[in-house]
């Protein structure tokens, strides 16, 4: 558990810091911000929607850590968008399709890792082809095959993985 989610538990119930310490595990390991999970694991156990200040006040976040969480879930697809009490205000539901919840990580998390990846590899083949160790390209040149063979793997298991995880 964080230590915002620790420091915060006296204005929680027993139920609410539960769900946003499993949330929060969640989402360290998947690498995001801990305000990710947080935010996540209030919405998802919360009867009500909630609004960016409804967190900063109940998770003890500061502004910029709510914006940025609100903003990463919103990316991702898990957050849904829905009419308050106050009009003036933007207030936010946790989503709980799981296909699109998977999708939107997909999309905007690994992805652009495996793009980027990709880009890097073009670089390493450079570097490989001016090798003048005949021995050496060889090995490089078949290790960075097998890299190759695993990212083309990589792109085809997320669309499986997507329809397997979808409700």
């Given at each position: 558990?964080?230590?915002?989610?620790?420091?915060?538990?006296?204005?929680?119930?027993?139920?609410?810091?539960?769900?946003?310490?499993?949330?929060?595990?969640?989402?360290?390991?998947?690498?995001?911000?801990?305000?990710?999970?947080?935010?996540?694991?209030?919405?998802?156990?919360?009867?009500?929607?909630?609004?960016?200040?409804?967190?900063?006040?109940?998770?003890?976040?500061?502004?910029?850590?709510?914006?940025?969480?609100?903003?990463?879930?919103?990316?991702?697809?898990?957050?849904?968008?829905?009419?308050?009490?106050?009009?003036?205000?933007?207030?936010?539901?946790?989503?709980?399709?799981?296909?699109?919840?998977?999708?939107?990580?997909?999309?905007n998390q690994i992805r652009p890792h495996l793009r980027s990846?990709?880009?890097?590899?073009?670089?390493?083949?450079?570097?490989?082809?001016?090798?003048?160790?005949?021995?050496?390209?060889?090995?490089?040149?078949?290790?960075?095959?097998?890299?190759?063979?695993?990212?083309?793997?990589?792109?085809?298991?997320?669309?499986?993985?997507?329809?397997?995880?979808?409700?």
């Open positions: 558990m964080s230590d915002t989610v620790a420091n915060s538990q006296s204005d929680l119930s027993e139920i609410e810091s539960a769900a946003i310490a499993y949330f929060c595990d969640g989402v360290r390991v998947l690498g995001l911000p801990p305000s990710v999970g947080e935010i996540y694991g209030l919405l998802f156990i919360s009867q009500q929607p909630l609004a960016q200040a409804d967190f900063v006040a109940r998770l003890k976040m500061s502004k910029g850590s709510a914006s940025q969480g609100l903003n990463l879930l919103k990316a991702l697809g898990a957050l849904n968008e829905v009419e308050g009490p106050d009009a003036r205000r933007t207030y936010f539901e946790a989503n709980l399709n799981l296909k699109r919840l998977v999708g939107g990580f997909i999309r990846g990709e880009a890097k590899m073009d670089g390493l083949l450079e570097i490989a082809e001016r090798e003048s160790d005949p021995e050496q390209k060889a090995f490089i040149q078949e290790r960075l095959g097998k890299l190759e063979r695993w990212s083309q793997r990589g792109q085809m298991v997320l669309p499986v993985l997507q329809r397997f995880l979808g409700e």
